[in-house]
């Protein structure tokens, strides 16, 4: 993507949908982080129905410690990975209850010392939840910015790291949404909708020849 194409390309995002969000559902910044946590391997619809039964008895880094390992398993059992994910999430809350007070740390170096955050977590709560213009490439990011040309590499760290280049930063706090919610609905990996795409214009391989 030439670099002149870049911000028509958001631009048009943008007008479609000014206030992107993401489609986890979350009523705090530690539901956030559980959320996210939970998500890998995972669809969002998925993990949101497992997340309103477990929120509901778990909203605070408290009460999922509280809960232990075999409930919150339990409850989130319709998850890929699930116990591995309710061991990292109960030792996760006892971590930021020990150590940060109960609460989400800001930081992301002590984001991504809890059990099962990694980059791109940390990128989302940093992002989501504190405004902080971050790159989080998950699947979708990834193939969008490979697809498109606007930010082409050979892993997330390379696309993270030339979307924080190239995006025009009045569009940075939501370009991953914006990205991620493409490729979830237009951008798809198999049969991707370049006829219904509104930025096929600037695309690297959607665009129309003349």
Known sequence: MKPEHIDPFFATLAAAN???????????????LAAVLLSAQATDVGVNKATRRLFVLAPTPHRMMALGVEQVSELIRTIGLFRTKAKNLVETSRILVERH?????RS????????????????????????EP??????HVFRVSNRTGLAPGRNPQEVEQKLLQRVPPKYAEHAHHWLILHGRYVCLARTPRCSECGVRAWCDTGAPTM
């Not at 007070?101 to 740390?105: F, I, N, Q, S, T």
């Open 18 to 32: 000014p206030q992107p969000q993401s489609e986890l559902e979350y009523s705090s910044v530690f539901e956030l």
């Open 101 to 105: 007070a109960g609460r989400v740390p």
């Open 108 to 131: 992301r170096e002590a984001l991504e010392a809890l059990p099962g955050v990694g980059r791109k977590t940390a990128n989302v709560v940093l992002n989501v939840a504190f405004g």
């Open 134 to 139: 971050t790159m989080a490439v998950d699947t």
